[in-house]
Antibody, heavy 124, light 107 residues
Framework: QITLKESGPTLVKPTQSLTLTCTFSGFSLTTNEEGVGWIRQPPGKALEWLAL???????RFSPSLQSRLTITRDTFNSQVVLTMTSVDPADTATYFC????????????????WGLGTLVSVSS | DIQMTQSPSTLSASVGDRVTITCRASQSVGRWLAWYQQQPGKAPKLLIYKASILESGVPSKFSGGGFGTEFTLTINSLQSDDFATYYCQQYNSYPFTFGQGTRLEIQ
């Protein structure tokens, strides 16, 4: 069974850094067959993709946020960590981690498994 | 970035109805288009990928179509748990982008 679970602070002050952890099970992030990404959703708004890391350490970022994001994987603990610097109230959102995987035909799925999400508020 | 535009933004329908949601891409995404359903307070759930392939476990009342820049999601025989927000997403190229969502509400 595939599970993903986000964890991190619920409240962060403006200008601080935000670190979120995605702990997953049921797959391993050790080859390019698997990828874990982060997607966020401000209250009442649409989904926004942030970053993605594959098991071969290939990393991709949203260009609009790339300068503020870092994504790493910890294969021993089955975790993916997202760090966002210089947060602003506009970063208030529910943050989801999600999985994509490579199919037999070599193509990749979209986001096939999701965590429940974690709400992060940015406020002084 | 590829912009994804869904229409309508809100759709009112009744139990038993058939509805169609449209998603347009600002440039071709081939068949690399997914549809998600999101219930309030929940994570999105993948319904369809590669424009028309039903994700495992998703009822056949959901169907998708299209190629390139125009795509549709059709839901037959609406039931109460189908009233939710639906998002399209292109995964043809980075950055992956979502539509703004279509809220399906009970008329």
């Amino acid at each position: 069974q595939i599970t993903l679970k986000e964890s991190g602070p619920t409240l962060v002050k403006p200008t601080q850094s935000l670190t979120l952890t995605c702990t997953f099970s049921g797959f391993s992030l050790t080859t390019n067959e698997e990828g874990v990404g982060w997607i966020r959703q401000p209250p009442g708004k649409a989904l926004e993709w942030l970053a993605l890391i594959y098991g071969d350490d290939d990393r991709r970022f949203s260009p609009s946020l790339q300068s503020r994001l870092t994504i790493t994987r910890d294969t021993f603990n089955s975790q993916v960590v997202l760090t966002m610097t210089s947060v602003d109230p506009a970063d208030t959102a529910t943050y989801f981690c999600a999985r994509r995987r490579r199919l037999r035909d070599g193509s990749y799925t979209p986001w096939i498994s999701w965590g429940l999400g974690t709400l992060v508020s940015v406020s002084s | 970035d590829i912009q994804m535009t869904q229409s309508p933004s809100t759709l009112s329908a009744s139990v038993g109805d058939r509805v169609t949601i449209t998603c347009r891409a600002s440039q071709s995404v081939g068949r690399w288009l997914a549809w998600y359903q999101q219930q309030p307070g929940k994570a999105p759930k993948l319904l369809i990928y590669k424009a028309s392939i039903l994700e495992s476990g998703v009822p056949s009342k959901f169907s998708g179509g299209g190629f390139g820049t125009e795509f549709t999601l059709t839901i037959n025989s609406l039931q109460s748990d189908d009233f939710a927000t639906y998002y399209c997403q292109q995964y043809n190229s980075y950055p992956f982008t979502f539509g703004q969502g279509t809220r399906l509400e009970i008329q």
